[in-house]
């Protein structure tokens, strides 16, 4: 709040009185800050792979390119700096569209058990890495209202930094249930854990625990908070628990009843 006062008085005659004015500025000042740091964000996001960039093409215009056994590795680096940059783009593009009124889901009426099912197999089939995926998913159905693409991109982003932050041989395990009139998925990790400070910040855009860390590991700090979009969109929330060196579980729930028609 912002207090503006002004002060009742007549020439130089006597202080009659005080008029205090308070705005709430709070929340729009709020919004302003916020935006602000969104663009500061990703400028400095943008700008990181482009200077890494110059600086290898640089060294190989300056002649780095003769040489075999540099010049493969500089072209790599730069490869894979534009694949960081293209991917950071794509989901901001996304984030964009979903901040705009006009953006509709598609929803479908379809079983959540088997469709869980599906995105595990698809998982076991794809990932390389000696982590075990386990299901803890009820035999019977249970109808939800679902984006199908949407909720498996919130899913796919989910397990795939579950993998990124999980030990060598941990398990992943992956269970949904009904509570009250919800339904509650959760997946949980053996992993690093998140400092608690942080446990809730996770879902604010650009927010990463460590950054050097999840750069290296190709994140780009949007895709909880784009899956965070997804779920709000689908009426539902969406939370982590975490403790620092033991593991994270995320958790969210969808309403069983028809989802409305939302817009992001
Ligand atoms: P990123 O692209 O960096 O993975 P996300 O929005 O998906 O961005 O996640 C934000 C941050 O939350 C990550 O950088 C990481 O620090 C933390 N995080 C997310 N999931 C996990 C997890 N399962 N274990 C530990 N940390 C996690």
Redesign the pocket.
């Known amino acids: 709040v912002r207090a503006n006062f002004s002060v009742i008085q007549k020439e130089d005659g006597p202080v009659n009185g005080l008029i205090a004015v308070l705005h709430d500025v709070t929340e729009q000042e709020q919004i302003e800050n916020e935006r602000r740091e969104f663009v500061f964000n990703v400028s400095h996001e943008l700008r990181t792979p482009l200077t890494t960039m110059r600086s290898y093409l640089e060294a190989l215009a300056e002649g780095a390119w003769q040489d075999e056994n540099i010049a493969p590795r500089f072209l790599e680096v730069t490869q894979n700096e534009t694949e960081r940059m293209i991917r950071l783009v794509t989901d901001l593009l996304q984030l964009s569209k979903m901040d705009s009124k006009d953006f509709r889901f598609t929803f479908r009426e379809i079983d959540l058990p088997s469709f869980l099912h599906d995105i595990i197999d698809r998982h076991e089939m794809l990932e390389k890495e000696n982590i075990e995926l386990k299901r803890q998913l009820p035999e019977t159905k249970i109808l939800v209202q679902l984006d199908t693409d949407k909720m498996t991109q919130v899913l796919d ?2 397990i795939s ?2 993998m ?2 999980s030990p060598e041989g941990g398990t992943i395990t992956l269970s949904a249930g009904k509570v009250g009139r919800k339904v509650k998925v959760s997946i949980s ?1 053996q ?4 400092p608690k400070n942080n446990v809730s910040k ?2 604010d855009r650009f ?4 950054k050097a860390r ?1 750069r290296d590991i ?8 784009i899956a965070k979009e997804i779920i709000l969109a689908h009426g539902g929330e969406i939370w982590a628990e ?1 403790e620092w060196g033991q593991g ?1 579980t ?1 958790h969210f729930t969808l309403p069983l009843r028809k989802a409305k028609e939302a817009s992001a």
Do not use: E, M, Q
């Open positions: 982003n989910i930094n579950a990124k932050y990790d992993g690093v854990g998140i996770i879902f927010f990463r625990v460590d999840s190709g994140g780009t700090g949007l895709g909880l908070a975490s994270t995320i």
